[in-house]
């Protein structure tokens, strides 16, 4: 296989199950503590590979999380977008910091996320506001330094570049 091809499918492959996860039903109590999955596959492939990952994936994927939830339309997308550029705003930071510095940037760019989606979620329906809404953010910070080192074996064993 083609090592474009190869490091095309990988990424698609990732976020795909990436989306599953989002998706993936949950008792109600447990929703508040599943981390943004999408979120957090967006903002490694856009750290890693700018060049291939942009804003418009994230919208895409946003839409199809939209379509999948039966979120009103483009809320989701919106947030994803977001993600994407906020990602790409700061990947070369990023990549120079260590894992730990990380973690600490990823809850700040899915927290600033989660905090859209809120505000979406007020200006369409009857939803109350509390902290609890930045548990699936420090949640994927706590898990970005072993999701970063899981995704980049799983490259490097790929020979994705």
Do not use: K
Request: a positive charge; proline letters at 5%; charged letters at 10%.
């Amino acid at each position: 296989m083609n090592v474009s091809l190869r490091g095309l499918a990988t990424t698609w492959i990732s976020l795909f199950l990436a989306l599953c996860l989002q998706v993936m039903p949950l008792p109600d109590a447990w929703l508040v503590w599943r981390p943004d999955w999408l979120g957090l596959v967006l903002i490694y492939w856009c750290v890693v590979a700018p060049q291939r990952i942009g804003v418009f994936h994230g919208f895409i994927l946003g839409l199809l999380l939209d379509l999948i939830e039966g979120a009103p339309l483009g809320q989701n997308a919106l947030v994803m977008a977001l993600i994407a550029f906020l990602a790409l705003l700061v990947y070369q930071r990023m990549r120079a910091y260590a894992l730990v510095q990380q973690a600490v940037l990823v809850f700040v760019l899915l927290g600033i996320a989660q905090l859209l989606e809120q505000w979406l979620r007020i200006i369409f329906g009857p939803f109350a506001i509390n902290l609890a809404f930045l548990l699936p953010a420090l949640i994927g910070a706590v898990l970005w330094p072993w999701f970063y080192t899981l995704l980049q074996m799983l490259r490097r064993r790929l020979g994705v570049s």
